[in-house]
Nanobody, 119 residues
């Protein structure tokens, strides 16, 4: 069973930076996406950014070059560097692992970490 544990988050002023990290445990299927989703107040959970096991990134448009996702497969880690934070980035950020199989996929989620950006 895969488990994801996040670290980072907290309170930051607008324009500031934060780094979120997520460490996975357990056996991780070789084909996968690892990344971050968020849920901001009043909205559904949405993709922030992710990297697949080939290193191909997928960023949501709102990141606009402010966020960088990276992964270290040896350490089973995925990180999110966030710069130029805005109050509208406030929300709960979730680490996600999407394991891809031939005819199915399996999603794993971290517990979530709060990011609050003050104006």
């Amino acid at each position: 069973q895969v488990q994801l544990v996040e670290s980072g988050g907290g309170l930051v002023q607008a324009g500031g930076s934060q780094r979120l990290s997520c460490t996975a445990s357990g056996r991780i299927p070789s084909r996968n996406w690892m990344g971050w989703y968020r849920q901001v107040p009043g909205k559904e959970r949405e993709l922030v950014a992710a990297l697949n096991s080939f290193g191909t990134p997928n960023y949501s448009s709102f990141t606009q070059g402010r966020f960088t996702v990276s992964r270290d497969d040896d350490k089973k880690m995925v990180s999110l560097e966030m710069n130029g934070l805005r109050p509208e980035d406030t929300g709960v950020y979730y680490c996600n692992l999407r394991a891809l199989f031939t005819t199915s996929r399996q999603e794993y989620w971290g517990q979530g970490t709060q990011v609050t950006v003050s104006s």
